[in-house]
């Protein structure tokens, strides 16, 4: 069992930056791991993710403003954004498995991100 915990939201306005951390319980060096994000009445979508080799995939909504790092000495994927915009406000959560989005993938409790205009 991993247990995920983010922490780095809160309130930013338009044009503005945010990191997001999300530290693990145990080792993920074999895992992929994401961020998603919901923003109320819709559903939740993948924001961008990284595989345990490293490799990087962005929604097309974020590429270029959003970047994702992983450090598995720190069991921790880090998530900085920038140039925000009211749109990315959401809840933004952290998540790890083989194959992200299966039944199998562990979830963190999630942390709210708010952009103003």
């Known amino acids: 069992q991993v247990q995920l915990v983010e922490s780095g939201g809160g309130w930013v306005q338009a044009g503005g930056s945010l990191g997001l951390s999300c530290a693990a319980s145990?080792?993920?060096?074999?895992?992929?791991m994401g961020w998603y994000r919901q923003a109320p009445g819709k559903q939740r979508e993948l924001v961008a993710y990284i595989t345990s080799s490293g490799s990087t995939n962005y929604a097309d909504s974020v590429k270029g403003r959003f970047s994702l790092s992983r450090d598995n000495a720190k069991n921790t994927v880090y998530l900085q954004m920038n140039s925000l915009k009211p749109e990315d406000t959401a809840v933004y959560y952290c998540?790890?498995?083989?194959?992200?989005?299966?039944?199998?993938?562990?979830w963190g409790p999630g942390t709210q991100v708010t952009v103003s205009s």
């Open positions: 998540a790890a498995g083989q194959i992200l989005g299966s039944t199998s993938t562990y």
């Open positions: 145990s080792r993920i060096f074999i895992f992929s």
